[in-house]
């Protein structure tokens, strides 16, 4: 006779701290006290939550042949029913016996307990995998695969735990089992923070510019009061994406631009630096230029300086202008390449469609479509000229790449005006 009940908080309990590994976070497990002493089998059930019961294993079937539930006989006196939608895996005494004639078999052996715990692992009888790897190490310390399937490793005092070898190293674990320096983790932890708050500022930002846009006096004064280095993310998109709105809004973006200016950090001179060469309005362009050269000048020569070197001219001429905000002696013979530019144009020749052609010898010949025809052309930029006399003042040698040449190689090194050897 047979007597069921739902499990008791305090018998879970029991349970948990007997079977340690086991989760029993479902819903319809059930405790069965049972007199019958009918025999059940040794075995394992995997359960489809995580986790795993060991012990004897009766399989309960319905009419169809699938598993109703799954009984596991802890004690004597106590089983756990499990309903089968619930299990995984139930490894009765049947599908045991190949492991008990392998562990058999594998006696004093290391290699052989070393290969009968990687068919445990394979059939996944994980308690016996483990007993096993240290079956192997028990015969054989040294023996290295098994060492290393357990977690260990060599320093100069022998085999030594990977875990406690890294925490000696002053490691620590991240969220994804990697071991970091414990100043890593705490940036990374810092980072995660500061964009979840980046994020929260680019919402509300948002809704603040929408109302600001309109007009609304309220709006502009909280965004004018903004000192919070984490809103720079979020100020410096809206002040991206207002670039090409067609609403005349300024003022609004000159309150974005000296924002911006205040906030002093990688994110605020990335969007100034793209403003020095982006924005069509003079006023906010110059602006963002200004406030770079009281912070991120050297961010800005290094976008701009290569831009010299464009085939375009349009390119050309913005990074001379913004250049001329730091102007650098040290720079002359950067500058002067540019000073006339090689612009290359690709134009279509001829007509679409197919024409007839005859050859000298009189031999027609067809041919299709246009040509394209690539001009090179020579184009002096004025831009470069100016920013290349604010580091010369007085002088003026035109578009005469030699003579600027010569003029600050001279500077570099001044010659001698007497080559007496007793100077």
């Not at 983790?185 to 509300?204: G, P, T, V």
């Not at 205040?262 to 110059?286: F, Q, S």
């Amino acid at each position: 006779m047979s007597m069921t009940s739902p499990l008791p908080m305090t018998l879970i309990g029991r349970l948990v701290t007997t079977f340690g590994s086991v989760i029993f976070a479902m819903i319809g497990v059930t405790l069965i006290f049972d007199a019958s002493s009918r025999p059940v089998q040794a075995g394992k059930v995997e359960l489809s939550g995580g986790g795993q019961l060991t012990g004897a294993v009766r399989r309960v079937e319905n009419p169809d042949g699938s598993t109703a539930h799954v009984v596991v006989r802890i004690d004597p006196e106590m089983s756990v029913a499990v309903p089968g939608v619930h299990t995984r895996r139930a490894v009765g005494d049947e599908d045991l016996r190949e492991y008990r004639d392998r562990a058999a078999a594998a006696q004093q052996n290391a290699d052989a307990q070393f290969e009968l715990a990687r068919w445990c692992k394979s059939q996944t009888l994980l308690h016996q995998y483990r007993f096993h790897l240290v079956r192997t190490i028990d015969i054989d310390p040294d023996h290295q695969l098994a060492r290393a399937a357990l977690g260990f490793v060599r320093d100069g005092n022998g085999w030594v735990s990977y875990e406690l070898l890294r925490r000696s190293q002053g490691l620590v674990q991240d969220n994804k089992s990697r071991w970091v320096l414990p100043e890593v983790l705490a940036e990374r932890e810092q980072s995660d923070s500061f964009d979840e708050a980046s994020k929260l500022w680019i919402r509300d930002f948002r809704r603040l510019h929408t109302r600001a846009a309109r007009g609304d006096a309220e709006a502009i004064a909280e965004i004018q009061a903004i000192d919070d280095p984490i809103a720079t993310a979020a100020i410096a998109g809206e002040f991206a994406r207002s670039r090409s709105s067609r609403s005349d809004l300024r003022n609004l973006r000159l309150i974005y631009v000296r924002l911006l200016g205040k906030m002093r950090n990688g994110i605020a001179v990335k969007a100034l630096v793209e403003a020095g060469v982006l924005e069509t309005d003079a006023l906010i362009r110059e602006e963002a230029l200004r406030l770079l050269t009281q912070y991120g000048a050297s961010s800005a020569v290094a976008s701009y300086l290569p831009l010299l070197q464009s085939n375009s001219a349009k390119q050309v001429k913005v990074a001379a202008r913004a250049l001329a905000f730091f102007p650098d002696p040290e720079l002359a013979f950067e500058y002067i390449p540019a000073l006339v530019t090689e612009e290359k144009t690709r134009t279509p020749v001829g007509s679409a469609g197919t024409n007839a052609a005859f050859g000298n010898n009189g031999v027609a010949g067809l041919s299709s479509g246009s040509q394209i025809v690539e001009r090179t052309q020579a184009i002096r930029i004025p831009e470069v000229l100016d920013l290349i006399k604010q580091i010369a003042p007085g002088e003026d040698y035109g578009y005469d790449e030699k003579a600027w040449k010569k003029y600050f190689a001279d500077l570099r090194n001044p010659p001698r005006r007497d080559l007496r050897r007793d100077l």
